[in-house]
């Protein structure tokens, strides 16, 4: 009998394997706006169009902090399982904070359909979209550390409802059991990681004298574009949010003056804080870089919001002082919002150089505005990256005159 066999056909994982649906909650805390949670609540309806689920509805309830039981209000819950009753085929609700397991087991009970947190469906992705070993595990390690504090109300249907001798049910044992499992598989994957870090850093070392320069920047901001377009190399760009998990690095040469050029994952808000010590080491080589290049969707009605989340990450990574440049990209669709249609040449090219100026006083850094898709001051960017690089060079070999 002949076997059929898919050669080459990846097993999809996660949310991919077929189209759910879900409903959408935020909570509007002390301290926050309407408008903030609406743009919180679009940027979380793109991760779960990513994960591959379709958002039907959203809920957004007022309170200054989170019910400690169920996260929302008594009530909301009740419109929320109306609603969920009136539409068979929505089978989850995700929240745009993250919840306690405690949280999680009360809200199933009472909606009965999945329930999933901005991290939980944030790992999703990322596993999904991890290719390489060191992905892979960094994915697998904050997967673990989000599992670790959650177990008990995980396992709150093995627990006796009273307490006192000869009371003490099995469940206390399985959560000791299966908390030593995960501490024994979270040490397994950290020696596993430094190890993969050890053979990077060699890498690294091995690159030899090159100045190293760094695309990093908010997630979907156009980094892998950019990155196909500087190295005139093949990397994955798509527009979904984390199209790029593992950093990638080309040699590329400009004017016969040599350098090398990595793309990196991109940041987000509320990004998971385990996710961001898990993939640290990815991060090393924004770390070790000597120049960066921030990539920013000037087009995004947030954008100034995305700056700040990733300076606190290069905060964070103590790369915050480093040589940078502003690449504001997507200028063409900046255009086609903000510019009156009818405008000349010469009062748009005047309103352009005024808004580099507003840029460069705002941000405390010399900016281009391009469009990496339609390839639009491209030259300038080069131009300008060259001269960065040309006085890092003179910087690190003073004394030397090399021709490259």
Known sequence: MAQEWNVGEKERKGLQKQTEYAVLVGLIQKGQTEEQVTEYLDELEFLAMTAGAEARKRFIQKLPHPDSRSFIG????????????????????????????????????????????????????????????????QVELAQMQYLLPRLRGLWTHLERQRGGIGMRGPGEKEIETDRRIIRDKIALLKKRLEKIDLQNTTQRKNRGELIRVSLVGYTNVGKSTLMNILSKSEVFAEDKLFATLDTTVRKVVFENVPFLLSDTVGFIRKLPHHLIESFKSTLDEVRESDILIHVVDIAHPQHEDHIRTVNVTLQELEA???PTLFVFNKFDLFRERYYDPFIDDEARQEIEEGLQGNLKNLFEHDNVLISAVRKEN???????????????????????????
């Not at 960017?381 to 021709?403: C, G």
């Open 378 to 404: 491209i030259d300038v960017l080069r131009e300008k990256m060259l001269t960065m690089i040309k006085e890092q060079y003179k910087l690190r070999y003073p004394y030397q005159s090399r021709q490259w």
């Open 320 to 322: 915050i002082e480093k």
């Open 74 to 137: 008594k009530g909301k819950i009740e419109e929320i399982k109306a609603y969920i009753d009136a539409h068979e085929d929505v089978n989850m609700v995700i929240f745009d904070d993250d919840l306690t397991g405690k949280q999680t087991n009360h809200l199933e009970e009472a909606l009965k359909v999945k329930i999933i947190d901005r991290s939980s469906l944030i790992l999703d992705i990322f596993a999904s979209r991890a290719q390489t070993a060191q992905a892979k595990t």
